[in-house]
T-cell receptor, first 111, second 112 residues
Framework: NAGVTQTPKFQVLKTGQSMTLQCAQDMNHNSMYWYRQDPGMGLRLIYY???????DKGEVPNGYNVSRLNKREFSLRLESAAPSQTSVYFCASNHNNYGYTFGSGTRLTVV | KQEVTQIPAALSVPEGENLVLNCSFT??????LQWFRQDPGKGLTSLLLIQSSQREQTSGRLNASLDKSSGRSTLYIAASQPGDSATYLCAVTDNYGQNFVFGPGTRLSVLP
């Protein structure tokens, strides 16, 4: 089925470890996004990419880096994980502002 | 800075009732508004998208309205069913359309 695919679905990291969350969409969308969702905080934008080759910071970019590898793929990297980065991470894509399509999420725990 | 609020935070109704969920936003210069549904432990599923030039959108038992000048949207669910139980979120984009700002959601429980 067409859509946004995120991997992994679950991950446990130790403080200081690094990892990359992968996201791919097969809808030929121009824009891609990374959000985190925390209880009581709602969904907050980490980074976004309006088109291939461009990335911009969102509301909460500290501690993260992103790469828009090609039009399909947008990865999120945690260089040195901290307990404050325990969250559920969602990738989304959008084409010409006709609404968002979300992936199913990655549940990350940092101990 | 755009802020989105949703009232009520939680709602419990018996099956078959019609209900209204509310969404308010502080900056009326929006590009579009989207309603989502989120089931526990799952991702977000898009329900309805309203462009800023539109007043409402309908899909099955769902109807969403938009009053941009007053900064409000409502999601009307007709003849509610237990399967409608979920958290409903609204989100608005600014005029550049590049960043959705989400509300905190309304947690709906429909009792059999």
């Amino acid at each position: 089925n067409a859509g946004v695919t995120q991997t992994p679905k679950f991950q446990v990291l130790k403080t200081g470890q690094s990892m990359t969350l992968q996201c791919a969409q097969d809808m030929n969308h121009n824009s891609m996004y990374w959000y985190r969702q925390d209880p009581g905080m709602g969904l907050r934008l980490i980074y976004y990419s309006a088109s291939e080759g461009t990335t911009d910071k969102g509301e909460v970019p500290n501690g993260y880096n992103v790469s828009r590898l090609n039009k399909r793929e947008f990865s999120l990297r945690l260089e040195s994980a901290a307990p404050s980065q325990t969250s559920v991470y969602f990738c989304a894509s959008n084409h010409n502002n006709y609404g968002y399509t979300f992936g199913s999420g990655t549940r990350l725990t940092v101990v | 800075k755009q802020e989105v609020t949703q009232i009520p935070a939680a709602l419990s109704v018996p099956e078959g009732e019609n209900l209204v969920l509310n969404c308010s936003f502080t900056d009326s210069a929006i590009y579009n508004l989207q309603w989502f549904r989120q089931d526990p432990g799952k991702g977000l599923t898009s329900l309805l998208l309203i462009q800023s030039s539109q007043r409402e959108q309908t899909s099955g038992r769902l109807n969403a309205s938009l009053d941009k000048s007053s900064g409000r949207s409502t999601l009307y669910i007709a003849a509610s069913q237990p399967g409608d139980s979920a958290t409903y979120l609204c989100a608005v984009t600014d005029n550049y359309g590049q960043n959705f700002v989400f509300g905190p959601g309304t947690r709906l429980s429909v009792l059999p």
